[in-house]
């Protein structure tokens, strides 16, 4: 397991992403599935440290990566905020016509598409997390 904890600061997101990808090669997805969990995390933490801790650089990010190998391989992603948490379900559809043209609310609609299994609620130590699972496909599907 890889755990990082970094300030809400957006140069953090390429060293992320180094880590993402290694992790993800390490498990045996293909570079079409690293550069989509790649793009589900980095999708997270922006959204981390613009939504959840406002920009504030004196609340932190956390990052965990945990690779299991029984079974199918996967990949379980959890990062975490420290902001005041919302409401799931408040979320706008991003393909409603009334939103189509705003920004906000696409990324969880992404990350969902990519990801196997993906589920947001308030961690117990306060903040948002969002937990996300990348499964190995079997070869010649995708």
Known sequence: MVRLEFTSAFEMLDFVQIVSDHMSRGIGFDEEATHWVSVAIRESV???????????????????????????????????????GFDPENVADPLAPENLLKSSGRGIFLIRNFMDDVQLQRAAEGGMEIRMVKRVQATGHG
């Open 46 to 84: 922006i959204n981390a440290i613009k939504h959840g801790n406002r920009n504030d650089e004196s609340k932190h990010v956390f990052v965990e990566f945990e690779p299991a190998t029984a079974g199918v391989p996967e990949l379980t992603i959890r990062v975490r905020d420290q902001g005041e």
